[in-house]
């Protein structure tokens, strides 16, 4: 039972003492953190995506036609993503976890860009597609934080080892999108919207500039917590 022994002293050696924790400004690669008591710091946007309901396909669709639609969704929703500045760090079945640094308005800016590109490729273009099936409903939710980010799991072992990221913005970008649904497919924190540029703000109506965003309430931690929710896009020709 060596290995017990082992996990022990890692328990022990984990859990005691200060971390060395290193800031940084770019999205660490996993070979950019060691292993052992060091984190790397920095300012991120976190921003989750995901299906509403989607286990309500799995009793409606036979599992091939489940695993058709979360395939194409998935690749849309990566897609865009990887094209406006942003990095995946997790898929979880039916959403995919991504990050932007959030250390300028323009990147925060940038993460909200992406998702209401997102909201008119998955909502209207591609609709069709899905529709012959089911019109899938689905939800993002963008926050920013500080996040501590390191390695866990295995060393020396590649496929049972990754980062983990440790901030506000992480479980707080879940729960919005786990909320946010359809007409209002896209929801951001508070801080989040205080932090935008004007062009991802207001949008043209009728001739006026207007804000695109409605007042919106996520549930958190047992408690009520002030947002921001649309049902406007960006269209990209």
């Known amino acids: 039972m060596r290995y017990i022994d082992e996990i022990e002293d890692k328990v022990k050696d984990y859990l005691d003492g200060d971390y060395e924790i290193t800031e940084t400004k770019e999205i660490p690669s996993v070979d950019d953190v060691p292993f052992g008591k060091k984190a790397k710091k920095m300012k ?70 992406a998702a209401m590109i997102t909201k008119w490729l998955l909502d209207i273009k591609l609709s069709p597609y899905f529709e012959k099936y089911k019109k899938i409903d689905f939800g993002i939710g963008i926050d920013w934080s ?41 929801e951001i924190s508070q801080d989040t919207y205080d932090n935008l540029e004007d062009q991802v703000i207001y949008g043209q109506q009728y001739g006026q500039e207007v804000d695109m965003w409605i007042d919106g309430v996520v549930k958190w931690k047992g408690e009520n917590h002030k947002s921001k929710c649309t049902r406007w896009y960006w269209k990209i020709e």
């Open 44 to 113: 991120l946007c976190a921003y989750c995506i995901d299906i509403r309901k989607s286990t309500e396909l799995l009793t409606v669709h036979q599992k091939q036609t489940c695993g058709k639609i979360h395939k194409a969704f998935l690749a849309a929703a990566s897609k865009v993503v990887l094209e406006n500045g942003g990095e995946i760090r997790s898929f979880n079945g039916d959403g995919l976890l991504a990050f932007w640094p959030a250390n300028y308005k323009h990147e925060i800016s940038k993460a909200v860009e």
């Open 146 to 186: 500080d996040v501590y980010i390191m390695k866990a799991g295995i060393p020396r072992n590649s496929d049972n080892n990754d980062l983990i990221f440790i901030g506000k913005c992480v479980n707080y970008a879940t729960a919005i999108a786990n909320q946010a649904g359809s007409p209002n497919h896209v």
